[in-house]
């Protein structure tokens, strides 16, 4: 039985991952803010959401609809604009739930299903993670081995995976800071609106670099 990806490969792939996703970025940042924002849980389903994302990406990468997508520039742009009018909502209803919370309330808990809703749209309307994957993953196929296609599979999945891994620890270590701000300040108005305010300029970064 051959082995699909030669195991040296898959080693340097997996550092590379590793890397990439510490690295900050747009999927961090949203969940920084969805985290300290809304809590662990919201956090973590924020995790879920944009690996739910990712995952997309990855079968449309192995399915050779990214190349489409880099050949149809009009595509790519009418993505890249709707993600960022999606995102920029989100930022507004953040900043609208701020306003209206009293200081005596407890902070407006978005349902973890919408949560996971936002997390997998924002992920699946930034068209620069389909054409990431589309210039990254095919570095590390390994041609002579064949099956080209289920290479890229294997090697999104496990981007998904680690990526999953690294950001649900990222939920933790923010949710964990957001609690301890709701227990010891009234900042949940505060709070509210940072996140706005992120989700906002991950909508001008998408837009405009």
């Not at 949203?30 to 739910?52: C, E, F, H, K």
């Not at 790519?76 to 919370?101: E, H, N, P, Q, T």
């Not at 300040?185 to 609106?193: C, F, G």
Request: contains cysteine; aromatic residues 8%; glycine residues 8%.
């Amino acid at each position: 039985m051959s082995v699909l990806i030669d195991p040296g490969l898959l080693a340097v792939f997996l550092v590379a991952v590793l890397v990439i996703c510490v690295t900050p970025g747009p999927d961090m940042l949203y969940i920084l803010a969805t985290s300290v924002s809304q809590g662990i849980r919201a956090g973590l389903v924020a995790s879920v959401g944009m690996s739910l994302g990712m995952l997309v990406h990855t079968v449309l990468v192995s399915l050779g609809l990214a190349a489409l997508m880099a050949a149809v520039p009009v595509l790519f742009d009418v993505i890249k604009y709707v993600g960022a009018a999606y995102l920029v909502y989100i930022g507004v209803r953040a900043w609208l739930d701020s306003s209206s919370a009293s200081e005596v309330q407890e902070r407006a808990v978005v349902p973890l299903r919408t949560v996971l809703w936002r997390a997998t749209m924002t992920n699946l309307l930034n068209p620069k993670i389909v054409l990431f994957y589309l210039a990254f993953l095919p570095q590390f196929v390994d041609a002579d081995a064949g099956g080209a296609g289920a290479q890229l599979l294997v090697l999104g999945l496990l981007f998904v995976l680690v990526g999953l891994l690294v950001d649900s620890v990222i939920a933790l270590a923010a949710g964990r800071l957001g609690e301890w701000l709701h227990r010891r300040h009234r900042v949940d108005k505060l709070l509210n609106r940072i996140a706005g305010t992120v989700f906002v300029a991950l909508a001008a970064r998408l837009v405009f670099l």
